[in-house]
């Protein structure tokens, strides 16, 4: 019988996510250290018995919680150490790790120009393995080496390289299957592999261009090469509209953002729907969120 001493219960986990709206969950469990990981089966079996699901995160704010209560279990990861080879240019992070802070180190201590894109990134490494997170053009696959991962349906320690996590567009195969938890990663970052080169000025761009309200950053990726999210909602007039005060900002219309601190979820998807009804009407397109949608069912 598992130990229920683990859980936190009734877990107010609204800063979990930058949109910041009301949410709870019912059971909650931080991961801190390799003990609170071997923990896992015992808590995965308790889930499979009491017919609960079971919502991993990892330090990142991309995430709109479209409930007000969780029924289930949430489980935190919060492992946190990493180190720099200067000779082999290797780089190992635990998967909880915020990217901006190893980019700020990696720049001040050791030379790697890294800062000008990821400083910004408001996710962990696990989190950016996870959705494949990328910086004008400088995609988390193009240096990934491999992570160290625990299998949740064989309770096995793999090692997965490049080729097994099979990166796509803002995706992997951790994203595809939520059958492997990440517990540490590598990259190699001996040489800079950018799909495109670019001289954006990140830290300007994300600074005064870039709006400031709470927001997941860009909500939808974009759905062709020709066509961006963000242009595809603005020629169908949503840049300018507001709905309870809830709106695709005028600065960035990717960007779905409040003016108010008590926003409802129900606000933030009745906009999302009427995007992706609008822009499959006008366009032909599916709109798919780049900004992970986590429902109480």
């Not at 801190?32 to 995160?57: C, G, N, T």
């Amino acid at each position: 019988m598992i130990n229920l001493d683990y859980f936190k219960k009734d877990v107010d986990i609204k800063e979990l996510s930058n949109f910041k709206t009301k949410a709870f969950t019912k059971l909650y469990f931080e991961i801190h250290s390799r003990q609170d990981v071997d923990r896992l089966p015992e808590i995965v079996q308790y889930a499979k018995e009491e017919k609960l699901k079971i919502l991993f995160i990892w330090w990142g704010t991309n995430l709109l919680f479209a409930f007000d209560i969780f029924d289930w279990i949430v489980i935190k990861n919060c492992l946190q150490w990493w180190t720099y080879d200067r000779n082999t240019k290797i780089l190992e992070s635990y998967s909880s790790e915020k990217t901006s802070d190893i980019a700020k180190s990696l720049e001040n201590d050791y030379g790697q120009d890294l800062r000008h894109r990821f400083i910004w990134l408001p996710w962990s490494i696990g989190w950016a393995v996870f959705g494949n997170a990328w910086s004008f053009w400088l995609e988390t696959e193009g240096n990934f080496k491999e992570a160290e991962v625990l299998d949740l349906s064989t309770w096995k320690i793999e090692i997965m390289d490049k080729e097994k996590v099979n990166f796509s567009y803002r995706n992997s195969l951790f994203k595809e299957t939520n059958r492997y938890f990440i517990i540490k990663t590598r990259f190699d970052l001996s040489e800079k592999k950018e799909k495109y080169s670019s001289d954006v000025d990140n830290i300007d761009f994300r600074e005064n261009k870039q709006p400031k309200w709470n927001s997941g950053g860009s909500f939808f990726k974009n759905p062709t090469k020709e066509l961006s999210a963000g242009k595809a909602i603005e020629d169908v007039w949503l840049k300018w509209y507001r709905y309870n005060d809830v709106f695709f900002s005028e600065k960035h219309a990717n960007f779905l953002i409040s003016s108010k601190k008590n926003w409802s979820w129900r606000d933030l998807i009745y906009l999302v729907e009427l995007a992706k009804t609008k822009v499959k009407d006008k366009f032909g397109v599916d709109l798919e969120p780049e900004v992970r949608v986590i429902y109480n069912s």
